[in-house]
């Protein structure tokens, strides 16, 4: 018998059905991917991922348009968010202590993207980049689905044809 049982069988044949599933889209995303290019706009037009593009533009989908003389700011958001998910994930830190320090961090970093602390003078007329931006806006909470920490439902809008 090819299988132990019925059980080990269907668990075998979804497996290979998945696997089998899975391979139309990392062919696009590897095989077919333009990974690097002098011109990516128009390599890309071949129909895979266009991981050039991406490169090109990263510095971008990170900060925004925030100055390039305070992008540290955003990199220190994203290394105090990562330290406090770090810090977060052992148990015996699972105290009132962690939970100020998450509401410090947090504090600090929206300091940090707003312009204050060492270096002032970003300004708040700046856009910052997604990642920290959002992390920054609404910390845990943003990566949990919600952008800034908000529901989408909970959003108003302050145009007066909306009203």
Known sequence: MLFGDALSAAITIGAVALIALMLPPLNWALL?????????PNACRAGGACWAYL?????????GIYP???????????????AMVLASL?????NARLL???ATAIGVMLLLMQGGGAGAGAGRDRQMGRPAGHA???????WAGLSDGC????????????R
Request: proline residues 12%.
């Open 136 to 142: 920054a806006a609404g910390g845990p909470v943003a």
């Open 100 to 102: 100020l320090l998450w």
């Open 32 to 40: 077919d991917a333009v990974w690097s290019s002098p011109d990516a």
């Open 90 to 94: 052992s148990p015996r830190l699972w």
């Open 55 to 63: 490169h090109d533009k990263a510095r971008l989908i990170l900060f």
């Open 68 to 82: 390039p003389d305070q992008q540290w700011r955003p990199v220190l958001v994203i290394a105090l968010i990562v």
């Open 151 to 162: 529901p989408a439902g909970a959003r108003t809008s302050v145009r007066p044809a909306d």
